[in-house]
């Protein structure tokens, strides 16, 4: 439902792209393939395991294979990146490869994220990805942290972390950090099928040997997919700038009672 606009996003960002599919049976391969033959040279395309289509969702295997291809691809910088994200500069116009840029300039080999997951809520239409809509920004969890960008390195691990955290030789991570707008859920048809139908069966492998993915164990039925916009921010077109700090810096201001601000 939204690997084309993806694709197209990352393309307007000057960034090349090498996708992974897992054997999909929704389409989404022969898109990926249509993109790469209107590509060539910008857009690598290969299906994952090579064996054929696995009854597991093997996620430690597809990690590995994507520190290979980052070991034998000949580019500069890499992001891990997946197909329900919309990476943002931390600044207004400035496209992703343009920021890099200016980042390796200034001696820096890794880029942090701020991860915003935007929320699926009553009134919204169809599918949200890339729309202004409500979003979690983590205030009643704990952070997390996730770190994928970083710049060519002869030892790399991004499988020991689930893919969240690359570590890379000598690190000198970037102090502001990208945007990450998550859509993860984008309509009840969509997360239907997702959840329910191929994630939650094919997860018990890994689960059980990693303790991985167990983010989706709170839904149960179709209405557990529906947040309330009342505990959620709302993206308008204001929103980057006016919480520009705690976005990028993934930090935030408070007033106490004694009208001192305070930074946390």
Not at 8 to 15: G, H, N, V
Not at 92 to 102: F, K, Q, S, V, Y
Not at 143 to 172: M, N, Y
């Amino acid at each position: 439902d939204i690997l084309g606009r993806t694709i197209e996003y990352l393309l307007a960002q000057d960034i090349d792209l090498y996708l992974a599919d897992n054997w999909s049976e929704d389409g989404s391969y022969e898109i990926a393939r249509k993109y790469r033959e209107a590509y060539p040279g910008r857009i690598y395309l290969e299906r994952f395991p090579r064996s054929g289509k696995s009854d597991h969702y093997e996620w430690y295997k597809q990690l590995d294979r994507t520190e290979e291809i980052s070991r034998e691809k000949d580019y500069n910088w890499y992001i891990h990146y997946d197909a329900d994200e919309m990476r943002v500069s931390p600044w207004e116009n400035t496209t992703l490869r343009e920021a890099i840029w200016w980042i390796d300039r200034q001696g820096y080999n890794c880029i942090e994220n701020t991860v915003t997951d935007f929320r699926f809520t009553v009134g919204d239409e169809s599918d949200i990805f890339m729309e202004d809509t409500f979003f979690d920004f983590r205030h009643r969890k704990k952070i997390f942290d996730q770190l994928k960008t970083w710049k060519k390195s002869r030892q790399l691990d991004l499988k020991s972390s689930a893919g969240h955290f690359v570590h890379v030789e000598d690190p000198k991570v970037y102090p502001l950090k990208f945007l990450n707008r998550h859509y993860p859920l984008r309509s009840l048809e969509q997360a239907e099928k997702k959840v329910f139908k191929d994630r939650l069966p094919r997860f018990a492998k890994e689960r059980g040997e990693r303790g991985w993915h167990g983010h989706y164990d709170g839904f149960h039925k179709t209405e557990d997919f529906v947040f309330d916009a009342s505990g959620l921010l709302h993206w308008r077109a204001d929103t980057f700038r006016e919480l520009y700090i705690p976005l990028f810096l993934e930090c935030g201001l408070r007033w106490d009672s004694d009208e001192d601000l305070t930074e946390v």
